[in-house]
């Protein structure tokens, strides 16, 4: 990661990236996003549906806690330059039935901020409505979840769409990381939609 670190770095300074999860987040999607995004002068928060720790996961494995900056009831996509959803099987699940984080990730979507959205994450995008006409990629199960919501689902490393930036797996993260901060970099999007 060294090379999109040292390409990127300072690329962000004065934004704010939220990332938003739920207990049952895969960790190295949260953790090397945050660390490349800090890398590159953004501040970072941790959004999720309750106060205190959120527990990560390394596949089917407990990781570590992480401490919660905010919940997403108290949270705006106003106060963000660009929004991180990592995956994991249950974090995405748990996000999509959660009225509040929907509207939070929708928010995004119709202010035309840039989101990056990895493995499982896209359940929430699709949960949000934001993926019809759009071109995106994922873990391999959600491809009929994400054509059936009228997405271009592809398999391929890193997907960007008009500040939509997207990838599969956690081998993917290297890609996913320079793309995402060369998105949050740009800023707003216009052709970004709802």
Known sequence: MQNSATENRKSLEGK???FLVTDGFEQVELTTPWEQI???GAETELIALKDGKVQGFNHLDKGDAFQVDKTV???SAEDYDGLVL???VANPDALR???NAVEFVRAFFTEKKPVAVICHGPWTLVEADVVHGRKLT???SLRTDIQNAGGNWVDQEVVVDQGL???RKPDDLEAFCSKAIEEFAEGK???QRT
Request: hydrophobic fraction near 35%; avoid cysteine.
């Open 16 to 18: 704010t990236i939220a």
């Open 38 to 40: 800090k890398l590159a």
């Open 73 to 75: 009831a108290d949270a």
């Open 86 to 88: 990592p995956g994991g």
């Open 97 to 99: 039935t959660n009225q």
């Open 138 to 140: 994922s873990w391999p």
């Open 165 to 167: 930036v997207s990838s």
């Open 189 to 191: 999007h216009q052709r």
